[in-house]
């Protein structure tokens, strides 16, 4: 899909760009951005930022800017582990952290099994950055930001899909690794810069305010153009969101005659 994603971001306006997104998904929850950042100190240049005062996960830090609409900085220091640390890249993949010994017993049987999870998950880079921010993106604060972070329900996350698929067609393939889903989102498009979804995780809903009929995209911004164009085109021909249920007994033919003539 590369060779039809925007290039150039720094005339992007961010609040036309999530009109287009609630235009045509009513999306819920405030679509956001997340930076990583070099040295602390351009991360705090971030205007109006918010730097934690407790402990946090990275899901609450996350649901700070989508839930509260705030603008947030961290560092390794305000994360409560390295289980969240080491998906943004602010700890290394240690040969503790992949034994993950923590979460036998919890979340898988036993060590082994454990340790196959950790290998699994996908990892923004260590070693390259050291703070890291959220934002909504209509505040234009992490102009631009690395991802952005899209909250949806199954029914708006396909037209989404659909709308990213309108050119530059590509089948879209993910993973889930249970917990720690953040890795199957953020971590993976900080990995990558390919959209990915997610289903997010136990400690997302628990700690991070994400609903139990979301679902999560983490997604570069310079795809976000072409996702609302091609939601455009797809309105046009009638199939847009909510999705109108025609009825399970009716004569589907005056239903698909509309779409397919």
């Given amino acids: 899909m590369s060779d039809v ?3 150039d971001l720094t005339n992007i306006d961010w609040q036309d760009l999530v009109d287009g997104l609630n235009r045509y998904l009513r999306l819920r929850t405030t679509p956001i951005g997340m930076k990583l950042f070099r040295a602390v100190e351009e991360m705090e240049t971030v205007p109006r930022i918010r730097r934690p005062k407790n402990i946090h996960t990275t ?3 996350v ?3 989508s839930r509260n609409g705030w603008t947030v900085g961290i560092t390794a220091e305000d994360l409560v582990g390295d289980q969240c640390r080491t998906v943004v890249g602010l700890a290394p993949r240690s040969d503790e952290w992949l034994a993950g010994k923590n979460m036998a017993g919890v979340w898988y049987e036993n060590d082994e099994e454990a340790a196959k999870h950790q290998q699994a998950m996908d990892l923004a880079p260590f070693g390259e950055h050291v703070a890291m921010a959220v934002s909504p993106l209509t505040s234009g604060r992490l102009n631009p930001p ?3 972070l899209i909250y949806a329900t199954p029914a708006q996350m396909i037209l989404f899909i659909n709308g990213l698929q309108w050119t530059g067609y590509k089948k879209l393939e993910w993973g889930c690794v249970g917990e720690s889903a953040c890795a ?4 993976r498009a900080l990995a990558t810069g390919e ?5 997010p995780c136990f400690a997302e809903r628990r700690y991070g305010g994400v609903m139990e009929d979301e679902l999560l995209m983490a997604i570069p911004p ?5 996702v609302i164009e091609g939601l455009d085109r797809l309105s046009r021909n009638g199939l847009r969101y909510p999705i109108p249920q025609y009825g399970i007994n009716n004569d589907v ?3 698909m005659s509309v779409s397919y003539g």
């Fill in 5 to 7: 994603i925007a290039t």
């Fill in 253 to 255: 033919r005056a239903g």
């Fill in 146 to 148: 690395d991802i952005a």
């Fill in 184 to 187: 199957d989102s953020w971590g």
């Fill in 195 to 199: 959209p990915s979804l997610s289903i």
């Fill in 59 to 61: 899901d609450q830090i």
């Fill in 222 to 226: 310079a795809y976000l153009p072409k």
């Fill in 63 to 65: 649901g700070q800017a």
